[in-house]
């Protein structure tokens, strides 16, 4: 296979990895809107839009300024197209997180807004990381190099870790295990959005030691700090865990 693998229109070409993330923002917000349908929604929907707001806001700020951080040798070449090209997907969940935190606080909603988000974000991170596979070493999310026989060569002659792939193996068993969590526990509000993300930030902190990141002196990465901040926040779920669940269904 070639990468990047575009699909050819006339005498262009439509990038596979456009039409990927395109379909998980699509595909993504039906699910949410037919699972939302399925159940009783405790909160309304002017605060539903307004929480969608500061989710947006927030992990669009989060996601280009950690995308920025990511390579701190680079701040220097600082301007507002660098800015909008450096994106990462573990800012744009923790800024998401922190913007519909302090939108739930000004407008007095207590409920989780987040677990009814959770399968929906799963679905379209699967589309999503499938179209960074098919863009190769433009997308800048691959792995370093390795000689294991499922490495794959991205274009310059060298095998590396399919870290994107890893990932959509990730989300397809989560997705998975919380379904099969949920037929036999009644989770308390807020636990599905909860576990679903400290267990991606424990599994990015774990990928990056593989992918070619900027590292400071002390071995870690400016994704994997984020990701031991993200994880400090909610350490209560590792303190007493036993508190996400209500009871035998």
């Not at 939302?36 to 929604?41: F, I, L, M, P, T």
């Not at 599905?192 to 870690?220: H, N, Q, W």
Request: hydrophobic content about 45%.
């Amino acid at each position: 296979m070639h990468y990047p693998t575009n699909i050819p229109l006339g005498e262009s070409a439509v990038p596979i990895h456009f039409i990927c993330e395109t379909l998980a923002y699509f595909l993504g917000y039906r699910y949410y809107i037919y699972l939302r349908s399925k159940q009783v929604d405790q909160i309304s929907d002017e605060h539903r839009i307004l929480i969608f707001i500061g989710a947006a806001l927030g992990g669009f700020l989060g996601s280009h300024i950690l995308g920025v951080l990511e390579n701190p040798q680079y701040l220097k070449n600082m301007n507002i197209l660098y800015f909008m090209r450096n994106t990462t997907i573990v800012g744009g969940l923790l800024g998401g997180l922190i913007g519909v935190e302090l939108i739930k606080k000004k407008i007095g909603v207590s409920v989780s807004s987040g677990d009814m988000m959770v399968y929906p974000i799963i679905l379209a991170m699967i589309l999503g990381r499938l179209g960074c596979h098919f863009a190769g070493l433009d997308d800048g999310t691959y792995g370093i190099p390795s000689s294991l026989p499922w490495t794959i060569d991205f274009g310059d002659g060298l095998t590396r870790h399919p870290t994107n792939l890893y990932e959509i193996i990730f989300w397809i068993l989560l997705w998975v295990s919380l379904y099969n969590l949920e037929k036999q526990y009644l989770l308390e509000n807020g636990a599905r959005f909860k576990m679903m993300l400290t267990a991606y930030l424990f599994f990015r902190f774990c990928i990056e030691f593989i992918k070619p990141d900027y590292v400071f002196s002390f071995g870690l990465s400016v994704i994997q700090l984020a990701c031991i901040a993200g994880l400090l926040y909610y350490y209560r779920l590792f303190v007493n865990p036993s508190k996400l669940l209500k009871s035998y269904a």
